[in-house]
């Protein structure tokens, strides 16, 4: 019902991982010769931490400039591309300048990414990233393939190099940050009683209060689950005040009616351990929090110039 956050990703559906396992894809849009940027670009990425200092120059036409690198303004357009092709067939698409935010901040977000990977000590020689391209040519069956396949994605040789190394550093950084997630973390297992409307949530109240069975009346409320939460860490439920209420309550204890958006609950703490083992969603969540925290830290101090209308 409403017990996790929804995990999100933050690279786009055009990563190169992607690009990679769909590699017989056709294209579906022809760009034209000279593709130019859309008009009226926004993001929330600003230049901070060094913003009295320039960035460093660069004779390659920039989207934008972080920490002094560019990142080419024909790898954001053809990135814009990529990522219209992948919206092809959707009856609902965003419109132009929301996907040029979206893609702008992935790149953003990946420079950052392959950014730290260097710093950590990571390197992806010119021999390993050759392996990595003959695997793909003998995926796709000859080298003529390979090359259908860069144009059919709107890549060249030289962009398809450089777009691979980024990726590869940015994965390698990923996975440091989701390493820090531990196997075992402090959860809580609780139930709930989920009411719609504050009376339902009163006369839950009242027959607790009058010794009703907390569990009999969680079955008669949520007849699908039996209120059942399950155990889950900080940051996992999606509503903060449940997860407050839960953390701050003796085992054996239940809360007050809590309000949320979707309506009204009322808790009652099962079990509380400082280590128990994360299930594979909950991991995977923390892991996903955990990448959106560095990246909000690492835009927050860091240079970044958007150079694009």
Known sequence: MFQHK???????????????????????????????????????????????????????????????????????????WRYRDSLAGQDVKPDDAKINQAVINYLIEQQLLAQESRKGGYTLSESELQTRIDGLIAELGSQDAFSTWLT?????????????????????????????????????????????????????????????????LAWEYSPESGGELGWFPRGYLLYPEVEEAAFSLEVGGRSEIIQTEIGYHIIEVQAHESAHPLTTDARIALQTKALQDWLSTAIANSQIVIQIP
């Open 152 to 216: 059919n994605n709107h890549y060249d040789d030289a962009e398809f190099r450089m777009a691979l190394t980024l990726a590869t550093q940015a994965a390698w950084q990923r996975d440091q940050i989701s390493a820090t997630i531990p196997d075992a973390v402090e959860q809580v297992r609780a139930r709930q009683i989920f009411a719609i409307t504050p009376e339902g949530a009163q006369r839950a109240l009242i027959s607790l209060n009058s010794g009703s069975d907390f569990g009999k």
């Open 6 to 80: 929804p995990v999100t990703y933050l690279a786009l559906a055009v990563s190169i991982a992607a690009l990679l396992l769909s590699a017989g894809c056709e294209k579906t849009q022809t760009p034209p010769a000279n593709p130019s940027p859309e008009p009226s670009v926004t993001t929330a990425v600003a230049s901070t931490a060094t913003a009295t200092q320039e960035p460093t120059p660069t004779s390659i036409p920039a989207a934008a400039i972080v920490n002094g690198e560019p990142i080419p303004l024909s790898y954001f357009n053809n990135e814009v």
